[in-house]
């Protein structure tokens, strides 16, 4: 059998697997306790203390933004909306608890000078938590359309 460090290094994927030993209970004596147990399987068992949304957007003239998912594991459905010039709204379609919410938004337009940020969580209509997203020109200081790249991560607390 080979040495370990002889193997290249990889990246894993959700799919690859790996090798370990299933314990069973005491006095158990399994024919061979070595299995394959897949990375994703394993990463569900580590708990971050926390679950997360994460998306990208871009948006132009008075449209919604057109937002691509790269990851939501929070269980909850969210929607993101132009509200007006420069204004959008991300709001969760069921509850979360405001002080265990934590959101980092940042992007903007280069070309423009703008900046994206965000103008405070309140309760919406809907009674959930509303996060009104700015983009924001640098020298006027006046929301404006036109988002080039935008990226907004929302963690929920356990």
């Given at each position: 059998?080979?040495?370990?460090?002889?193997?290249?290094t990889?990246?894993?994927k959700g799919g690859d697997?790996?090798?370990?030993?299933?314990?069973?209970?005491?006095?158990?004596n399994?024919a061979?306790?070595?299995?394959k147990f897949?990375?994703?399987?394993?990463?569900t068992?580590v708990?971050k203390?926390?679950?997360d949304?994460?998306f990208?957007?871009?948006?132009s003239?008075?449209?919604?933004?057109?937002v691509?998912?790269?990851?939501n594991?929070?269980g909850?459905?969210?929607?993101?909306?132009?509200?007006?010039?420069?204004?959008?709204?991300?709001?969760?379609?069921?509850?979360?608890p405001i002080?265990k919410l934590?959101?980092?938004?940042?992007?903007?337009d280069?070309n423009?000078g703008?900046?994206?940020?965000?103008?405070?969580?309140s309760?919406g209509?809907?009674g959930?938590?509303?996060?009104p997203?700015?983009?924001?020109?640098?020298?006027?200081?006046?929301p404006?359309?036109?988002v080039?790249?935008?990226f907004?991560?929302?963690?929920?607390?356990?």
């Amino acid at each position: 059998m080979a040495e370990i460090t002889s193997y290249p290094t990889a990246t894993p994927k959700g799919g690859d697997y790996l090798l370990g030993a299933q314990v069973g209970e005491p006095g158990d004596n399994p024919a061979n306790p070595t299995k394959k147990f897949t990375v994703a399987s394993i990463s569900t068992l580590v708990s971050k203390g926390y679950t997360d949304y994460v998306f990208s957007f871009t948006q132009s003239g008075a449209d919604n933004p057109i937002v691509t998912q790269l990851t939501n594991i929070t269980g909850v459905v969210f929607t993101f909306t132009r509200s007006s010039q420069g204004v959008f709204l991300l709001e969760p379609t069921s509850d979360i608890p405001i002080n265990k919410l934590w959101v980092q938004v940042t992007g903007g337009d280069t070309n423009l000078g703008s900046v994206l940020n965000i103008a405070g969580i309140s309760p919406g209509p809907s009674g959930f938590p509303l996060i009104p997203v700015l983009n924001t020109n640098q020298i006027s200081g006046i929301p404006q359309d036109e988002v080039e790249a935008g990226f907004i991560e929302l963690r929920i607390y356990s």
